[in-house]
């Protein structure tokens, strides 16, 4: 039977094969999307983007300041709520939230 820290080792490195997996997916999607946005001539506007004068990209939907920051740069308020996937995953790896405060 395994140890607990040899079982640690094994969740965090599934969780970064998960995260490449993830990235290499979305990678692959993206390009996907333009490829076929420029065979159709589609531009943001036409998909109901906001474009440049809209919100920001990844910009948060909590008007209260970011406390934590993830390993991707994510933001978090840390309020009420559902913890976001990177907090959830990296609590599941066995840190503490407390090493991403800003």
Excluded: C, H
């Amino acid at each position: 039977m395994a140890t607990y820290s040899e079982l640690m080792a094994q969740a965090q490195s599934l969780i970064a094969q998960a995260e490449q997996a993830r990235k290499d997916e979305l990678s692959a999607a993206v390009a996907d999307i333009k490829a076929k946005m420029k065979q159709f001539g589609i531009t943001v506007a036409d998909l109901g983007g906001a474009g440049v004068s809209g919100k920001k990209a990844g910009k948060s939907k909590s008007s209260a300041p970011a406390k934590y920051r993830g390993p991707n740069g994510e933001l978090w308020a840390g309020g009420p709520g559902r913890k976001p996937e990177w907090v959830r995953a990296v609590l599941a790896s066995g840190k503490s939230i407390e090493e991403f405060l800003i």
